[in-house]
């Protein structure tokens, strides 16, 4: 365990992967399986690593609401600290847990009892589960920023083509169950499979979804990725978001029920 910037984070070198966990959020910052020279899983350049500000990259975990449903956007679980329950190593890689229940870092935020819970596996999978508890109803999503060789020549298979459009202006039709970039996207797919594939012509990420109601798909482009100051004005074209949640259909809590939804990232 080290500290970056400001925050304490858990630094992996394990036999079949890099990676790194920042406390704050159970944020994932990158993974890199010992075969690749670049993370699939990406971070920017730019990102702060400063207390309560989001982390630009990796996998933030949105909740308890995603995007703007509520303030802070993305909820507030990713911006505070988060407690290491348990970190296991065997040669398939590294088993880690964190949780998170409501505390004085929370009460400002959300005034009623919850438990949330992130189980992490990096090896030469990276899978990712998240488990929580809650009298509410939460909408929910891992973020995943993966990387790119380059996003022009991106192919996103798998989404279906029912979709939720997020940006005013979009005039680009949609290629049935396949999805390339040429300028800002930014969809809620409703309808995808549960295996979506991420090509970029080098390599081909399968991302296998469970209990998720949609996989949202971003890339800032150009005009976005100038205005955001944790965000390099070029590494738009080296990331591509496809993002498993439970947006359109919430995730339905109980206080004595966890709900778990989570993905698998592998090469193939
Ligand atoms: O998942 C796509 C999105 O909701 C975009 O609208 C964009 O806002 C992106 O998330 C990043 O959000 P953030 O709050 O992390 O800057």
């Known amino acids: 365990q080290s500290i970056y910037g400001e925050l304490p984070i858990l630094v992996i ?6 990676a790194a966990v920042a406390l704050q959020g159970a944020h994932l910052l990158f ?60 040669e ?17 935020y959300c005034n009623k009892p919850f438990s949330v819970s992130l189980n992490l596996h990096l090896g030469k999978t990276c899978e990712v589960s998240l488990s929580c508890s809650a009298d509410f109803d939460v909408t929910s999503a891992l973020h995943t920023y993966f990387g790119v060789d380059n996003i022009d020549s991106v192919i996103v298979k798998g989404l279906g083509e029912v979709y939720q459009e997020r940006l005013a202006d979009e005039n680009k039709p949609a290629t049935v169950g396949e999805l390339t970039f040429n300028q800002e996207v930014d969809r809620i797919y409703t309808n995808a499979n549960n295996q979506i594939t991420v090509t970029d012509g080098t390599r081909t990420i399968q991302l296998t979804n469970t209990n998720v109601s ?31 949640g439970c947006i359109t259909k919430p995730l339905k809590l109980s206080p004595n029920k966890k709900s778990t939804y989570g993905f698998k990232i592998e090469l193939i």
């Open 214 to 244: 949609d996989v949202v798909t971003w890339n800032p482009w150009i005009n976005k990725a100038k205005s955001m100051a944790d965000f390099g004005d070029d590494e738009y074209k080296s990331m591509v978001c496809v993002e498993a």
């Open 13 to 18: 070198n394990h036999k079949t992967c890099c």
């Open 92 to 108: 398939n890689g590294v088993d880690l847990v964190l949780s998170l229940t409501n505390n004085q870092q929370t009460e400002s």
């Open 31 to 90: 993974w890199q399986p010992s075969t690749e020279q670049t993370p699939v899983v990406w971070l920017s350049n730019k990102t702060n690593f400063k207390k309560a500000v989001a982390i630009r990259g990796g996998v933030p975990v949105c909740w308890p609401w995603f995007g703007q449903l509520g303030n802070p956007s993305h909820g507030f679980a990713r911006i505070v600290e988060w407690k290491l329950d348990s970190c296991e190593e065997d």
